[in-house]
């Protein structure tokens, strides 16, 4: 399935998405199996699938072991969405007047993470930022991790090297997480 033909990237940098009315009813009926008429095109009160948003929420966020996800309002074609981290490990899915339609909770160590690589709190050099990237998939536009060996393919360096880098990455997060998860 691709994703990217259900919704449309907006914004100035591409990261926010919005629906067409078009878009959202095709995913509900061809790919969701939800004929709900809320979901037609003609519909006067028109509603984009949960499905479709939780789908989006995964693909840029990632799945966890924990998850707890909330519907907090009906969102419909037209409205700019951007996915905000609120606080480590909960994400919301906002308009640009700040209003919710989506909470994400993920297991607190994960979030943490996140947090921590998304935000650079451990002082990553930008080498080991992407071989952590790559090595754990932290982010929503790799579907998995990659092996020492593909990483040191696509940076052109021996799966070794990748290993050393990896590790002093891995030193520099590894205080930063524990001071945050005691801490809360």
Known sequence: MQLENYFSPVGADGQNIQFSREQASDFAKQIANDFNPIHDIDAKRFCVPGDLLFSIGVSKLGLSQKMHINFADMVSDG???????????????????????????????????????????????????????????????????????????RLSLTKERIRQIQNKALAKLRPVAEDRLIIA
């Open 79 to 153: 409205i700019e969405i951007s996915y905000k981290e609120v606080e480590a490990g909960k994400v919301d899915a906002q308009d640009d007047k700040g209003k919710r339609f989506r909470a994400e909770e993920q297991d607190d160590l994960v979030g943490e993470i996140r947090a921590i690589f998304r935000n650079n709190l451990a002082d990553l050099s930008e080498i080991e930022q992407s071989v952590v990237q790559m090595r754990f998939a932290l982010t929503a536009d790799q579907d998995y991790p990659l092996t020492l060996k593909q990483v040191g393919a």
